[in-house]
């Protein structure tokens, strides 16, 4: 899936672009924007892979706000809608991944989407690898080779089959990093579904069992649990 966010300080442009994307089934829209300020808020909560910009916006310009919206790990392909096509060279310094023309051409934008899954197949594989203290040094873990991982102030403890790491990343980025396969079930734990052994069942919350070698027990926060059980089809 092209995961884009639209960010148009016009609620009828961004509605328009948002019915043409609908024609390409491997495209979500996964938020909208009116302004660059708000884009650039929406960003730290949302994963996307592109972002429809418009140029000419109350307070921050969609030029001046591209490098921002690419400051990440794996930074968004930048596309500018803009009726302005004088902006195109300001547009292009700025790394755009391509600019279009209002109102957008259905067929135009079809090549765009076109190259956004070529680029996207192109960085299919991510490394799935998690730095953690260990030695005095750095060990790099596997996904699969975590069990949960445990909120420690601003850092986490990440726990494997029989031992447990220091990382120096939040529960919270490692809820990012880590993906669908694990699940927040309280503000304090993340478990990987997949090392989930069985459930316990208390009188007013269950508590999940892991495949672990100290055969933890964690708490399932009662806000989590109807989540939770849909997930693990119970």
Same mark, same amino acid.
């Given at each position: 899936?092209?995961?884009?966010?639209?960010?148009?300080?016009?609620?009828?442009?961004?509605?328009?672009?948002?019915?043409?994307?609908? !024609?390409?089934?491997? /495209?979500?829209?996964?938020? +909208?924007? @009116?302004?660059? %300020?708000? *884009?650039? =808020?929406?960003?730290?909560?949302?994963?996307?892979?592109?972002?429809?910009?418009?140029?000419?916006?109350?307070?921050?310009?969609?030029?001046?706000?591209?490098?921002?919206?690419?400051?990440?790990?794996?930074?968004? !392909?930048?596309?500018? /809608?803009?009726?302005?096509? +004088?902006? @195109?060279?300001? %547009?292009? *310094?700025? =790394?755009?991944?391509?600019?279009?023309?209002?109102?957008?051409?259905?067929?135009?934008?079809?090549?765009?989407?076109?190259?956004?899954?070529?680029?996207?197949?192109?960085?299919?594989?991510?490394?799935?690898?998690?730095?953690?203290?260990?030695?005095?040094?750095?060990?790099?873990?596997?996904?699969?080779?975590?069990?949960?991982?445990?909120?420690?102030?601003?850092?986490?403890?990440?726990?494997?089959?029989?031992?447990?790491?220091?990382?120096?990343?939040?529960?919270?980025?490692?809820?990012?990093?880590?993906?669908?396969?694990?699940?927040?079930?309280?503000?304090?734990?993340?478990?990987?579904?997949?090392?989930?052994?069985?459930?316990?069942?208390?009188?007013?919350?269950?508590?999940?069992?892991?495949?672990?070698?100290?055969?933890?027990?964690?708490?399932?926060?009662?806000?989590?649990?109807?989540?939770?059980?849909?997930?693990?089809?119970?």
């Amino acid at each position: 899936m092209i995961r884009a966010l639209l960010v148009d300080d016009e609620t009828p442009a961004r509605s328009e672009l948002a019915y043409l994307l609908a !024609a390409h089934g491997d /495209v979500v829209v996964v938020g +909208e924007a @009116a302004s660059a %300020a708000e *884009a650039l =808020e929406l960003a730290q909560r949302a994963v996307y892979d592109v972002v429809f910009l418009d140029v000419e916006m109350p307070g921050i310009t969609g030029v001046e706000a591209a490098p921002l919206v690419r400051e990440r790990a794996d930074p968004p !392909a930048v596309v500018f /809608v803009t009726a302005h096509a +004088e902006y @195109a060279v300001d %547009a292009f *310094a700025v =790394e755009a991944f391509d600019y279009l023309l209002k109102p957008v051409d259905p067929q135009r934008l079809a090549r765009v989407i076109e190259r956004l899954r070529e680029r996207t197949r192109e960085n299919a594989v991510p490394v799935e690898k998690i730095p953690v203290v260990a030695a005095g040094g750095t060990e790099l873990l596997d996904y699969d080779q975590v069990h949960f991982v445990q909120a420690e102030g601003d850092y986490s403890r990440v726990h494997t089959y029989d031992r447990s790491y220091l990382s120096t990343l939040s529960i919270g980025d490692l809820e990012e990093k880590l993906g669908p396969r694990f699940v927040r079930i309280h503000r304090s734990h993340l478990v990987n579904l997949a090392k989930v052994s069985g459930v316990r069942r208390t009188t007013d919350r269950f508590r999940l069992q892991l495949a672990d070698a100290p055969k933890t027990e964690l708490d399932v926060a009662r806000r989590q649990s109807r989540q939770l059980r849909e997930k693990l089809g119970l």
